[in-house]
T-cell receptor, first 112, second 114 residues
Framework: GNSVTQMEGPVTLSEEAFLTINCTYTATGYPSLFWYVQYPGEGLQLLLKATKADDKGSNKGFEATYRKETTSFHLEKGSVQVSDSAVYFCALSNPGGFKTIFGAGTRLFVKA | NAGVTQTPKFQVLKTGQSMTLQCAQDMNHNSMYWYRQDPGMGLRLIYYSASEGTTDKGEVPNGYNVSRLNKREFSLRLESAAPSQTSVYFC?????????????FGPGTRLTVL
């Protein structure tokens, strides 16, 4: 079946450090891939997405590239800020779309 | 434009009590979802409604029922609450339920069952 595996947290970085959060997936067919972010006390919101192989999603300085050959969708940001502290979820959605599969989430702490 | 709203924000129940979680969206979306979020487990789909008038089971439907009241509203009912249902519950909606659709989430309901 479909699954998403992302690196365990928490990840603790200093401000302006480089961020990578790894995400790999198992899926049949050609899923869409997503990164959602959850700030404290809030619901999830879309950070970026990619709908086909080699697509790069980007938003607010974050990027992720849909790599079908390695079944990966790693999240990167060149210089994190304290305001990026949140929980990040990798997710996939197959045709039919309704049963989105979420990873367990990775908590990021950024220190000033 | 409020997006997805949920009530209540917090609830404490005793084992065996019942309650209904309410969800509404004002984005004219066709598809709606109920998830639960537990530490270390990400989000798990309880039920979804592909369109008004239809509902289907997700990954963890046992102990829950849903009603798609109209296009805007999708409620989740716990008939006889159990401690294992202590969790944070999120409602979400999407335009069509297609694989590329973004899901929009409500702020969540934190439920404790004693």
């Amino acid at each position: 079946g479909n699954s998403v595996t992302q690196m365990e947290g928490p990840v603790t970085l200093s401000e302006e450090a480089f961020l990578t959060i790894n995400c790999t997936y198992t899926a049949t067919g050609y899923p869409s891939l997503f990164w959602y972010v959850q700030y404290p006390g809030e619901g999830l919101q879309l950070l970026l997405k990619a709908t086909k192989a080699d697509d790069k999603g980007s938003n607010k300085g974050f990027e992720a590239t849909y790599r079908k050959e390695t079944t990966s969708f790693h999240l990167e940001k060149g210089s994190v800020q304290v305001s990026d502290s949140a929980v990040y979820f990798c997710a996939l959605s197959n045709p039919g779309g309704f049963k989105t599969i979420f990873g367990a989430g990775t908590r990021l702490f950024v220190k000033a | 434009n409020a997006g997805v709203t949920q009530t209540p924000k917090f609830q404490v129940l005793k084992t065996g009590q019942s309650m209904t979680l309410q969800c509404a969206q004002d984005m004219n979306h066709n598809s709606m979802y109920w998830y639960r979020q537990d530490p270390g487990m990400g989000l798990r789909l309880i039920y979804y409604s592909a369109s008004e008038g239809t509902t289907d089971k997700g990954e963890v439907p046992n102990g829950y029922n849903v009603s798609r009241l109209n296009k805007r509203e999708f409620s989740l009912r716990l008939e006889s609450a159990a401690p294992s249902q202590t969790s944070v519950y999120f409602c979400a909606s999407s335009r069509q339920g297609e694989k590329s659709d973004t899901q929009y989430f409500g702020p969540g309901t934190r439920l404790t069952v004693l």
